[in-house]
């Protein structure tokens, strides 16, 4: 009997670690693979490209996990600079081309994974493809970045967007030796937490150097007579300078095979899948990674989440199920940290305005603490700010914003937001305490003491 063949479109995170899962299942006489990726690398950390371009990272290869090599080596039929152009579904068969020759073919499936990622967000501005002007979402993004700044002679920067792409851009830079401007249109950076938080955090950039501009609304890249970026436009009538442009709007999934195919989006347009992340309507078409919606736990509704954690977990069910397994994906809480020079950021949960649009009635309880017994020596602030429904004291959401150490514990907030636990539940977890790394009550149980007051003084 011939073998079955699996055709996996995007070389990233979910796509290999589904192909390799699915190799891992089933040998090649059982299984065919072959996976197509439109750049030059595949299985590598998007997460760490802003080290790299800040210097902490040695080299572009150092974010390389898996190399295209590596993955032929298994079995895997890896096709790179290979663009899939079209999916015909009753078919059952996608077009690529190979984009050094032009050379387009068709490939057939009996089972086909989607994780073709989201892509940077480029607002449709006079001067967005200018030359200098540059998204950060893949590898290949970041070594044309890299390229551009090591042309580059000026020394002046423009970030438009302040969310977690944007900030860490913006420090990379900074590592750079640059003059670094950050432009967004929200109150404060980190539109990820609730403004008030954000405030720390601008606070923190403009510290270290970096002029952030809020409410600034970009409304043209202006040019040199090269077409080249000299400088950013505001609506207020702004110019500021600029050897170079990063876009840290944000990004949106890469959908637009899917949607040509007729295949569901959500509202973000994100494929919609079942919690074996198969395509809903569809037997033999999986979706994972930065390009599909994902339940929000919490909140009870799909949401677009572009994380690399998700992805690898996505890849991993995706390629149980195709090899003949089984496995489930149940959703999510939407955790994420990051950090700007020496403040660490994380948050978990719904922000104020995700519970409003949930319909959610909440209490908020925020705490300043250390990170470190106060006595203990280079102990540093922490901010810890929690949601709680009102009458039932379920947590909602928890972010935190401070020094060495303070992020990670928004995974205690993480697990027990996953288990449905209340504050007063919270309140007695059993946690790790010595003064080097935790005052006798941990910042995480202040904030949820003080919402299990809140809570109450709410009443119904």
Known sequence: MAAERLVVVGGDAAGMSAASQARRLKGPAELEIVAFERGHFTSYSACGIPYWIGGQVAGRDDLVARTPEEHRARDIDLRTRTEVLELDLPGRRVRARNLDSGEESWTGWDKLVLATGARPVRPKLAGIGAHGVHGVQTLDDGQRLMDSLERTEGRRAVVVGAGYIGVEMAEALVHRGYEVTVLHRGPQPMATLDPDMGGLVHSAMNAMGIVTVSGAEVVKVLTDEEGRARAVATASGEEYPADVVVLGIGVEPR???????????????????????????????????????????????????????????????????????????????????????????????????????????????????????????????????????????RLLGVQIVGGAGSAKRVDVAAVALTAGMTVEQVVSLDLGYAPPFSPVWDPVLVAARKAVSAVRAAGV
């Open 255 to 393: 959908t637009s095979l899917a949607r040509a195919a007729g295949l569901p989006l959500g509202e973000s347009g994100g494929l919609l899948t079942d919690l074996s992340m198969r395509v809903r309507g569809q037997e033999d078409v999986w979706a994972g990674g930065d390009c599909v919606e994902v339940l929000d736990l919490v909140a009870g509704r799909n949401r677009h989440i572009p994380l690399g954690t998700h992805a690898n977990k996505h890849g991993q069910v995706i390629g149980s199920n195709a090899g003949g397994g089984y496995a489930t994906f149940p959703g999510v809480v939407g955790t994420a940290v990051s950090k700007v020079c020496d403040l660490e950021i994380a948050r978990t949960g719904l922000r104020e305005k995700d519970a409003l649009a949930a319909g959610l009635r909440f209490v908020t309880a925020t705490i300043r603490s250390t990170n470190t017994a106060g006595y203990y020596p280079g102990a540093a602030e922490m901010t810890v700010k929690m949601l709680a429904e009102r009458r039932t004291g």
